[in-house]
């Protein structure tokens, strides 16, 4: 059983950054694909970015088309985690972020096996 846990949420103004980071336990994180959801008030939970498992090529990555350019997924291996470093925020990335681990690739919700709490990101204005 895999465990996960985001950190590194917070509050900042539009046009400043975050890096949020999912740390695995129980399990080890190289042998799932590993992807980023928002859920903001009201709304349904969404995909936001997923990288794939390491191979001998490294690792494939893939965004929703509103955070191309301004979010990048990463993975650290060593330390059974990953990132997703933001820039550029805007006030409608504020939601809840959650970290999943999928034995699929892909930005279905329902191919995840294991999710984090969530961590709250709120951009102002």
């Known amino acids: 059983q895999v465990q996960l846990v985001e950190l590194g949420g917070g509050l900042v103004q539009s046009g400043g950054s975050l890096r949020l980071s999912c740390v695995a336990s129980g399990g080890t994180f190289t042998s799932y694909t590993g992807g980023w959801f928002r859920q903001a008030p009201g709304k349904e939970r969404e995909f936001v970015a997923a990288?794939?498992?390491?191979?001998?090529?490294?690792?494939?990555?893939v965004y929703e088309d509103s955070v191309k350019g301004r979010f990048t997924i990463s993975r650290d291996n060593a330390k059974n985690t990953i990132y997703l470093q933001m820039n550029d925020l805007k006030p409608e990335d504020t939601a809840v972020y959650y970290c999943?681990?999928?034995?699929?690739?892909?930005?279905?919700?329902?191919?995840?096996?294991?999710w984090g709490q969530g961590t709250q990101v709120t951009v102002s204005s």
């Open positions: 990288i794939t498992r390491s191979s001998w090529s490294g690792s494939a990555t």
């Open positions: 999943a681990a999928s034995s699929v690739t892909g930005r279905i919700r329902d191919s995840y096996d294991y």
